[in-house]
């Protein structure tokens, strides 16, 4: 496990940020870059960090992680996501550096906490009214949701419910539905 980064206390909060954003950068260990990253989404729960993990870019490293093969970097790295998007500074840096292919892809992940911050997070990226991304609601998206709210998982299935409800119109969502090439079926539903 890693240990606790020696922070100076006159440095505070940034200060500790930086020095877990160093960690994970150094470190070779795969347990610390998992607990690292863990740290970090956890610290982007609160507001007042927005502004420092903007500053250190850990929406970057954090949108990075959804790339690796551990899929327990990935879990924690779109954890971290979902809790920063809620903030419109965050979620308009994720859509202007081309975030969402990579968290669209991981409505593949056999893990359903994954998938769940996945959805989550790509609905808190689609702004009330117009100004949508296509990408938020191309078809095999939509057709992915639609799979997502007849899963055993009342989560899943409720949460995929909202993203139907409030992010596609209808129209949208009769057209997956009825649509001939159902591009989605091949991605599993995630494990409980």
Not at 2 to 9: E, G
Not at 14 to 26: I, N, R, S
Not at 163 to 171: I, K, M, Q, T
Not at 181 to 191: N, Q, T
Request: proline share 6%.
């Amino acid at each position: 496990m890693a240990q606790k980064p020696k922070v100076d206390p006159q440095m505070g909060r940034l200060g500790y940020l930086q020095a877990l954003v160093t960690e994970f950068q150094e470190t070779e260990s795969q347990d610390a870059k998992e607990q690292v990253l863990a740290n970090l989404a956890n610290f982007a729960y609160d507001p007042n960090n927005y502004q420092y993990l903007r500053q250190l870019r850990v929406l970057d490293l954090f949108l990075d992680c959804l790339s690796e093969e551990n899929e327990t970097l990935v879990e924690f790295a779109i954890g971290g996501l979902c809790n920063l998007c809620v903030d419109r500074a965050n979620r308009t840096h994720v859509l202007q550096t081309g975030g969402l292919p990579l968290i669209i892809n991981c409505l593949s992940s056999p893990r359903e906490e994954t998938v769940l911050s996945a959805v989550t997070t790509l609905i808190y990226l689609s702004p009330p009214g117009r100004g949508r991304h296509p990408e938020l609601t191309a078809q095999p998206v939509v057709q992915c949701l639609l799979r997502f709210s007849l899963s055993s998982s009342t989560r899943l299935r409720n949460l995929a419910q909202v993203f139907l409800e409030d992010v596609c119109s209808p129209g949208q969502v009769a057209e997956a539905r009825h649509a001939g090439a159902h591009s989605a079926l091949g991605i599993p539903l995630p494990k409980d």
